[in-house]
């Protein structure tokens, strides 16, 4: 083997490293994202009552003033920090995942992916149920070792 085929050897190996990962949105973020949404210039209402030719402005209007005022960032943060999260790359690709082993012996590798548009976050109320069963009213032999990877961008 080559100096050169050793060495692009180790950067694969390395790119391809599992690194925990937590998340930590800078405050300045938030504050950006916030005034963005403050400062969103909205079209004119629409000329029909029904949603046939798209979501009204009245909905997008409340939708954007729970993310700008209702959302709590930091509980979501910290929900999401108190699994065990991680990232690696794939094919040249940054990917982020939740990966939460079972205490029950035997336990079947599920990878569960999310829609798009979507987040993990919509993912999280079946990391119990499907990780201990037995805790939710099913059995031992029902358990799952969960991966949940957030499906990049």
């Known amino acids: 083997m080559t100096q050169t085929a050793v060495i692009e050897?180790?950067?694969?190996?390395?790119?391809?490293?599992?690194?925990?990962?937590?998340?930590?949105?800078?405050?300045?973020v938030l504050v950006d994202l916030r005034q963005r949404i403050a400062t969103t210039r909205w079209p004119s209402k629409e000329l029909i009552a029904d949603p046939s030719q798209g979501v009204?402005?009245?909905?997008?209007?409340a939708l954007m003033r729970y993310w700008a005022t209702n959302h709590d960032w930091r509980k979501t943060e910290a929900k999401?920090?108190?699994?065990?999260?991680?990232?690696?790359?794939?094919?040249?690709?940054?990917?982020?995942?939740?990966?939460?082993?079972?205490r029950h012996a035997d336990a079947l590798p599920l990878i569960i992916t999310h829609g798009w548009p979507g987040s993990v976050i919509e993912l999280l109320g079946t990391i119990g149920p499907l990780t201990d069963p037995t805790a939710h009213g099913?059995?031992?032999?029902?358990?799952?070792?969960?991966?949940?990877?957030?499906?990049?961008?």
Request: net charge negative; hydrophobic share 45%; proline share 8%.
């Open 80 to 102: 999401l920090n108190a699994l065990p999260q991680f990232t690696t790359e794939i094919d040249g690709l940054a990917v982020h995942f939740i990966h939460v082993k079972s």
């Open 56 to 61: 009204q402005l009245a909905t997008i209007q």
């Open 9 to 28: 050897r180790k950067a694969e190996s390395s790119a391809a490293e599992i690194r925990p990962f937590r998340i930590n949105i800078p405050e300045k």
């Open 138 to 153: 099913g059995r031992a032999e029902d358990a799952f070792d969960l991966v949940l990877p957030s499906i990049p961008g």
